[in-house]
């Protein structure tokens, strides 16, 4: 009975050990198809000028008043929308506080976020300053921005993109974004209206 036992787990022990047993294997993305980056240069009804990405469709802006203007853009196949907040407002003064009020919005997302990079945005040619922001980590924005001639103009913009934030899936989609995005605000320029 013994003989037969030992036989039995030499057998499994056999078996068990076959080169076709399986190895996991390492994580994988999704492939992602996207063009090359090239751009066009296209007027807002806000009062700026923008260098988009050809992949991004420019939607109408809504304008509300004189001072205000939201304008949504498209961003195609990366599935999501460019979202920008134009405010001309009225005096220097109020400057720091709008400043404040766009870099609460980051702040907002402090808590999902591993680690919120920045960029300065400085062109004194084109009197456009600013700062580019972006989140690493699960959070719903990975993308926020704003730019102001320091004088009279301000807009704020943040990337919302159509699905569940899972931060190592997306990031082929943040990285090809990122350079589009990058390519935006390093090119901004204000309307004269």
Excluded at 146 to 175: A, H, Q
Aim: hydrophobic share 35%; aromatic share 14%; glycine share 4%.
């Amino acid at each position: 009975m013994n003989k037969l036992i030992y036989s039995f787990l030499f057998l499994l022990l056999l078996v068990a050990c076959d080169e076709a047993t399986p190895v996991p294997k390492p994580p994988t993305y999704l492939k992602l198809d996207f063009p090359d980056h090239a751009y066009r240069q296209v007027q807002s009804d806000c009062p700026y000028s923008l260098k988009l990405a050809n992949i991004f469709n420019y939607r109408t802006a809504q304008k509300q008043g004189s001072t205000y203007c939201t304008q949504e853009i498209d961003l195609g196949p990366v599935n999501g929308s460019l979202f920008m907040y134009y405010l001309n407002f009225p005096n220097n003064d109020s400057l720091a506080e709008i400043i404040n009020f766009a870099n609460d919005k980051v702040d907002e997302h402090k808590i999902k976020a591993d680690k919120i990079d920045f960029e300065q945005i400085i062109d004194k040619e084109n009197k456009v300053y600013g700062t580019f922001f972006e989140l690493k980590g699960n959070v719903a924005t990975n993308f926020q921005f704003y730019l102001t001639d320091s004088t009279n103009n301000f807009v704020r913009g943040e990337v919302l993109l159509n699905c569940k934030p899972n931060y190592d899936s997306l990031r082929p989609v943040l990285e090809y974004l990122k350079v589009d995005l990058l390519e935006l605000v390093h090119h901004f320029k204000w309307s004269k209206k």
